[in-house]
């Protein structure tokens, strides 16, 4: 069953811990994205990226890292110096150019206390 | 870098009547544009796109309509259900080697 996979569904951590949110794709997609979601917001892209080994800030990267070690996995790591982690989280894959369709995993809910 | 703008934040209509939902982009490079429909608890996907040499593509009960020079796309859905209630995003691109970039959204309320 091919698709875009996230993990955990929901996900509670300790202010000042990091954590890592996985994202795991077997669509043979070239291109992955992470972006958050807040009320009201939409759709803010953390980080991209277009080919292994190689990734790209979007427009909310601070306090936040990836890795892009293989074509399927791009977690991303959530560190102790993002202000206001509490979100929700998408990951989502397409084709190397941007004018393909975009799939999106369920999402990881991340509740820091 | 592109931006995209949807307005309103939100739209209520009555079940039966139609619905248009704009975004307006700034950059004139981009020449794909997608919609995505996000149910409540549920992942964004994508339900129509059109790209830049084409003006308006329909499929079903839902059509888009690009305006090049305005700069600006729509979405129309005709005969809304209650099941057309969702978050609508829609985005640009540029196309190769870019990234998408989304609108806000807008969130559909249908009243039956």
């Known amino acids: 069953d091919g698709g875009i996979t996230q993990s955990p569904k929901y996900l509670f951590r300790k202010e000042g811990q990091n954590v890592t949110l996985s994202c795991e794709q077997n669509?043979?997609?070239?291109?992955m994205y992470w972006y958050r979601q807040d009320p009201g917001q939409g759709l803010r892209l953390i980080y991209y990226?277009?080919?292994?080994?190689?990734?790209q800030k979007g427009d909310i990267a601070e306090g936040y890292s990836v890795s892009r070690e293989k074509k399927e996995s791009f977690p991303l790591t959530v560190t102790s110096a993002q202000k206001n982690p509490t979100a929700f989280y998408l990951c989502?894959?397409?084709?190397?150019?941007?004018?393909?369709?975009?799939?999106f995993g369920q999402g990881t809910r991340l509740t820091v206390v | 870098g592109e931006n995209v703008e949807q307005h309103p934040s939100t739209l209520s209509v009555q079940e039966g009547d139609s619905a248009v939902i704009k975004c307006t982009y700034s950059?004139?490079?981009?020449?794909?544009f997608p919609w995505y429909k996000q149910e409540l608890g549920k992942r964004p996907q994508l339900i129509i796109d059109?790209?830049?040499?084409?003006g308006e593509k329909k499929d079903q009960r839902i059509a888009v309509t690009l305006n090049k020079t305005a700069k600006h796309f729509s979405l129309h859905i005709t005969e809304t259900q209650p099941e057309d209630s969702a978050v609508y995003f829609c985005?640009?691109?540029?196309?190769?080697?870019?990234?998408?970039?989304f609108g806000k959204g807008i969130t559909l309320s249908v009243r039956p």
């Open positions: 950059d004139s490079a981009s020449n794909y």
């Open positions: 989502a894959s397409s084709g190397w150019t941007g004018d393909t369709e975009a799939f």
């Open positions: 059109i790209r830049s040499n084409v």
């Open positions: 669509l043979n997609h070239d291109a």
């Open positions: 990226s277009q080919i292994v080994n190689d990734f």
């Open positions: 985005a640009a691109s540029p196309g190769a080697n870019s990234k998408l970039t």
